[in-house]
């Protein structure tokens, strides 16, 4: 049974720094596609970041890039989501998503992930 289990969100101040990990069993991360979401009330779910592991090849929303860093740990299997300078506005759940084995990560721009976890909560105030 596949499992992608979030973990490290929490309340910060805005300027504060989160680590998320997501934690796989029965899966491997190892040469998927890899992403983090996030969904605010009301609001969509919108795509952080992608990591393809088999290369490290990443990519990141306009919203996040340069605050946020997607990587990954294999022997861990396990992926993470650096968040740095964080705002109010990055309050959210979270959620990771994974791939089908090596299917880059363009196939997921056009079509759901096929795994996901449960979510963690990241809330930053003022």
């Known amino acids: 049974q596949v499992q992608l289990v979030e973990s490290g969100g929490g309340s910060v101040q805005a300027g504060g720094s989160l680590r998320l990990s997501c934690a796989a069993s029965?899966?491997?991360?190892?040469?998927?596609?890899m992403g983090w979401f996030r969904q605010a009330p009301g609001k969509e779910r919108e795509e952080l970041a992608s990591i393809y592991t088999g290369d490290g090849n990443t990519d990141y929303a306009g919203s996040v890039a340069g605050r946020f860093t997607i990587s990954q740990d294999s022997a861990k299997n396990t992926v993470y989501l650096q968040m740095n300078n964080l705002q109010p506005g990055d309050t959210a759940m979270y959620y990771c998503?994974?791939?089908?084995?090596?299917?880059?990560?363009?196939?997921?721009?056009?079509?759901?992930?096929?795994?996901w976890g449960q979510g963690t909560q990241v809330t930053v105030s003022s």
């Open positions: 029965g899966y491997s991360v190892s040469r998927r596609c």
């Open positions: 998503a994974g791939g089908d084995p090596l299917i880059y990560c363009r196939r997921y721009q056009r079509e759901p992930f096929p795994y």
